[in-house]
Nanobody, 111 residues
Framework: EVQLQASGGGWVQPGGSLKLSCAAS????????MRWVRQPPGQETEFVAS???????YYQDAVKGRFTISRDNAKNMLYLQMNSLKSEDTAVYYC?????RGRGTQVTVSS
């Protein structure tokens, strides 16, 4: 069974930082294209960042230069370092494969 569990969310002031983690199990993580997506309150889910199995990274324009996606294939972990956070980054963040989205973690950016 594919399991994806995101953690590390919380409340932060604008300009602050958070690092999200995603623990993956039940599939060949080291061969799987992984992504972070988010769902802002009252809005549709949107792409945030993704990383290939060999480390090629892609980002939504709104987060380029502020967010960094990374992975540790030995630990089956996916990460999202988020810096210079803005109120519009407020959302539930999920890690996902092509077909499965795990349990999310809430990120709230507010003063």
């Amino acid at each position: 069974e594919v399991q994806l569990q995101a953690s590390g969310g919380g409340w932060v002031q604008p300009g602050g930082s958070l690092k999200l983690s995603c623990a993956a199990s039940g599939f060949a993580f080291n061969r799987t294209y992984m992504r972070w997506v988010r769902q802002p309150p009252g809005q549709e889910t949107e792409f945030v960042a993704s990383m290939s199995s060999v480390g090629n990274a892609y980002y939504q324009d709104a987060v380029k230069g502020r967010f960094t996606i990374s992975r540790d294939n030995a630990k089956n972990m996916l990460y999202l370092q988020m810096n210079s956070l803005k109120s519009e980054d407020t959302a539930v963040y999920y890690c996902a494969t092509d077909s499965v989205r795990g349990r999310g973690t809430q990120v709230t950016v507010s003063s």
